[in-house]
């Protein structure tokens, strides 16, 4: 929080504050108009505002309601949203989870209703306040690329030029954010190491250089601990992730012209396939599968090539999250009582860390 009041009041005056997105510096100072501008608390209390104007477990039940057709399924994993895996990130804390979370769930409702303009312009909003944003550029591809290919066997050239112009919008605040590092460290004499790589991007300079980030660079025996505290959501993301794939996603990654559409299930009843589908597990649908693709990658990023331990902040702004859990509660509720636990236990644990500025919360 320090981190991003002090770009609020001055800018990035220093190369290791280059790891922090300007999302929520910019929350800090519109929203300080509601106080008296340009104080701390001015930026602390509008921008605690502005985090109740996230509507974001409303936008989780109308996203899970459009890809199950259930009502009773989408208050199921709103439900399990509740027990937040960082509720103070998530839920409380004017940080960037809660920004993060709302715009990239708004995305995914877009990207569900084939509303894919409106869709890149949430998840760049989200790109200003994490870097893994740039990950939801597959929704965009996933939804105009893949599933024409893999019906048709075929792309429209229109598709294929639309895909490449609203990926370049989502990932365009990452790109101004290293550019702005690059005019302000780069140019002139006395540049620092990182300008003079053949990719000088300045995020992933600062985050091995102050966080010690990198492939198998957390690998010591003093993190087991954090890899512990991780074990319980890595272990349902890539369970629910793995057995969403195997079950409907990998035969149809691997077969054309025999993928679903990216539309919610249909639980009609009618027809043969639909007959099919409700047969299937509840929250494994074909239209999940993005879904699960996504997780599946931040999950490995995360275990191999970062601080594991975050990735109790970065689930809760994953739906996927939820749905696993639900689906948890469905097929296996014995477990679902030692995740429910678990979350309690930990989610109180969390605002005590998160107050004292403790990680890993």
Not at 34 to 53: E, R
Not at 260 to 275: I, L, Q, V
């Amino acid at each position: 929080m320090f981190h991003f009041l002090e770009i609020a009041q001055r800018g990035y005056t220093y190369e290791h504050l280059y790891a922090f997105f300007p999302g929520v510096p910019t929350v800090m100072r519109i929203s300080s108009f509601i106080f008296d501008y340009g104080t701390i608390s001015s930026m602390l209390w509008g921008s605690w505002i502005a985090v109740f104007g996230c509507y974001t477990l409303a936008t989780l039940y109308e996203l899970t309601l459009v890809h199950t057709s259930s009502h009773e399924l989408a208050m199921l994993a709103t439900a399990c949203s509740i027990l937040s895996t960082s509720p103070p990130t998530l839920l409380h804390a004017p940080y960037t989870e809660p920004f993060f979370a709302f715009f990239s769930f708004k995305g995914m409702l877009y990207c569900a209703r084939s509303r894919w303009k409106s869709a890149s312009i949430m998840f760049a909003l989200a790109c200003t306040f994490r870097a893994n944003g740039i990950l939801l550029v597959g929704y965009i591809a996933w939804g105009m690329i893949w599933e024409p290919l893999s019906q048709s066997g075929t792309v429209r050239l229109k598709s294929l030029l639309m895909t490449i112009i609203l990926s370049c919008l989502i990932i365009s605040p990452v790109i101004l954010h290293q550019a702005a590092a690059y005019f302000q460290f780069c140019v002139g004499e006395d540049t620092p190491d990182w300008c003079q790589r053949r990719l000088p991007l300045i995020y992933s300079h600062v985050q091995a250089k102050y966080w010690d980030v990198g492939l198998f660079r957390y690998w010591t025996p003093s993190q087991i601990p954090n890899f512990l505290l991780a074990a319980p959501s890595l272990s349902l993301l890539m369970w629910a992730g793995w057995s969403q794939m195997s079950s409907r996603g990998w035969c149809h990654l691997t077969n054309f012209g025999r993928a679903a559409s990216f539309s919610p299930k249909d639980r009609s009843g009618k027809g043969s396939e639909s007959s099919t589908q409700a047969d299937e597990p509840l929250f494994v649908s074909e239209s999940m599968t993005p879904h699960a693709i996504h997780t599946l990658v931040l999950c490995l990023i995360l275990l191999f090539a970062s601080h594991t331990q975050i990735v109790l902040r970065l689930s809760s702004s994953l739906p996927f999250t939820y749905w696993a859990a639900a689906r948890l509660w469905i097929e296996k509720p014995q477990y679902a009582r030692w995740w429910t636990a678990w979350s309690v236990l930990w989610g109180a644990t969390s605002l005590g860390t998160w107050g004292l500025f403790l990680p890993p919360a």
